[in-house]
């Protein structure tokens, strides 16, 4: 897998892959629940089974935004 921060895994690839896998922090209940309740236009409250709430730090961003930049320059979609 390829990383975009040599000390922490906070984002990656597999090689041939062009979907990013994201690390963050578990929410707590109170928060996890907030999210749940919020209602984006198009788009049921709550969230899918098959989805995770996480928490990104702010000091991710520059890492995260490297990632997207990688990722655009490659052509992947």
Do not use: N
Request: hydrophobic content about 40%; overall charge positive; proline content about 9%.
């Amino acid at each position: 897998m390829k990383t975009c921060h040599r000390e922490a895994r906070a984002s990656w690839r597999k090689p041939l892959d062009t979907r990013r896998v994201l690390q963050g922090w578990k929410p707590d209940e109170r928060l996890e629940a907030e999210c749940a309740a919020f209602e984006a236009p198009g788009h049921a409250p709550g969230v899918p089974a098959h989805e995770a709430v996480i928490r990104i730090p702010a000091r991710m961003v520059p890492m995260l935004r490297e990632a997207c930049d990688v990722a655009e320059r490659a052509g992947l979609q």
